[in-house]
């Protein structure tokens, strides 16, 4: 088992920039699939961004972040990162960091065994 924390989020104005951390410990990091959702007041929990264990296949974004959200990771650290670029009030929500050994239904929340307590991202206009 994995625990995850969040940390970062705060009140931003729109075209500012914000890293998102996710702290890990318990199992080995770099065993994991990691993965960005947010929900907004009201909304579903969408999905924001993933990557695989170590290296390998390109990240996923969601249109909405595409071009201004990059994710990373540093296993040595066991920490996920995510850089968010021009943000927009839309981007308001709590994020939240997720992790799995597998790599599936990486676009639902279903598809994520263990997750964060999130952080609040506000963006005024």
């Known amino acids: 088992q994995v625990q995850l924390a969040e940390s970062g989020g705060g009140l931003v104005q729109a075209g500012d920039s914000l890293r998102l951390s996710c702290a890990a410990s318990g199992r080995t990091f770099s065993n994991y699939a990691m993965a960005w959702f947010r929900q907004a007041p009201g909304k579903e929990r969408e999905f924001v961004a993933a990557?695989?264990?170590?290296?390998?296949?390109?990240?996923y974004y969601a249109d909405s972040v595409k071009g201004r959200f990059t994710i990373s990771r540093d296993n040595a650290k066991n920490t996920l990162y995510l850089q968010m670029n021009s943000l927009k009030p839309e981007d308001t929500a709590v994020y939240y960091c997720?992790?799995?050994?597998?790599?599936?239904?990486?676009?639902?929340?279903?598809?994520?065994?263990?997750w964060g307590q999130g952080t609040q991202v506000t963006v005024s206009s």
């Open positions: 990557m695989r264990w170590s290296g390998g296949s390109n990240p």
């Open positions: 997720a992790a799995d050994y597998r790599w599936g239904s990486v676009r639902l929340p279903t598809g994520w065994d263990y």
